[in-house]
């Protein structure tokens, strides 16, 4: 990624083809050792294409991808709602009764 940021700094600079050199010379200047195997793979992928246009294939293929979420939550069964709702509050209990006990504990996050 760092050898690509540094590529898309020049081309954004006005070097439409970063060389090598002009890559490295980029990331020495931020203290960050180029490695030269990704480096060539990473000109090679890109040589004689316009950016540009890799960006915008790149955005379709990253559209398709799915990204996380939990997606929507699935509807309780009217059948049985009414008896589970004492169950519930129980188990609401419970929550706020362990959460008061972790409050307790002696010492506060930003003391």
Known sequence: MKHLAAYLLLNLGGNASPSAKDIKGVLDSVGIEADDERLEKLLSEV?????????????????????????????????????????AKEEEKKEEKEESEDEDMGFGLFD
């Open 47 to 87: 040589e004689g294409k316009d950016i540009q246009e890799l960006i915008t294939e790149g955005t379709t293929k990253l559209a398709s991808v799915p990204s996380g979420g939990g997606g929507a939550a699935a509807a309780a069964p009217s059948g049985g709602a009414a008896a589970d709702a004492p169950a």
